[in-house]
């Protein structure tokens, strides 16, 4: 087995039952971590970088997150994406959707620029969370604090989406009736889902 076999594999194999990836969707994962690993030389766009660790923490994660939107969201933003996640994998996983990753330094940025030729639904914007404005179905994020997701969810969207802890996630849910839906390989991980909280 290769190694971008084995990755398609991994994925898979925690995504069973929750999403099906077809070869075109893994082959663009691949790409995707074979560039990041590129630019991780140079620029330290994440510290998981081991084939098997980062199929599940990076992709396989972001793709779960994917597989909770409602078929019928349009737009979303990633605040704060980094190296690309959660919204590389999820442009990849939902092709008609747009996705916006933003990401306020320069080089990460462009390292999400060239990685965004890779799927033709991923539009980059290199401002900060605070000043970005458009009008989306869904903000997501993972890595950054939750209250700048929800503060920008509140500016832009309808709903939020939240990669974090179990321990961080249920505070949030109890105040914003919102959903936690735990990882199916890591119960102490969630995706905090739910409606944006006006008002408050």
């Not at 914007?125 to 950054?144: E, I, K, M, P």
Request: net charge negative; hydrophobic share 45%; glycine share 4%.
């Amino acid at each position: 087995m290769t190694d971008s076999e084995r990755f398609s594999a991994i994925i898979q194999d925690k995504l069973a039952g929750c999403l099906d990836l077809e070869s075109a969707q893994s082959e663009k994962l691949w790409a995707h971590f074979e560039l990041m690993r590129l630019w991780n030389g140079r620029l330290n766009l994440t510290s998981v970088i081991e084939l098997e660790q980062a199929a599940v923490r990076h992709y396989a994660e972001s793709l779960f997150l994917a597989s909770l939107l409602p078929p019928a969201i349009r737009s979303v933003a990633d605040m704060g994406s980094g190296a690309g996640f959660p919204g590389f994998p999820l442009a990849v996983a939902r092709p008609e959707i747009e996705v916006f990753l933003i990401e306020s330094d320069q080089r990460k940025a462009a390292f999400l620029r060239e990685a965004s030729d890779l799927s033709r639904n991923i539009r980059v914007r290199c401002v900060r969370a605070q000043t970005f404005t458009a009008s989306l179905d869904v903000v997501v994020g993972r890595a950054v604090r939750p209250m700048e997701i929800l503060d920008a969810a509140r500016r832009t969207a309808d709903r939020f989406g939240i990669l974090l802890s179990r321990k961080d996630a249920e505070p949030l849910a109890a105040s914003y009736s919102a959903e936690i839906r735990p990882l199916p390989w890591d119960a102490d991980s969630v995706a905090l889902i739910g409606p944006v909280p006006r008002g408050t």
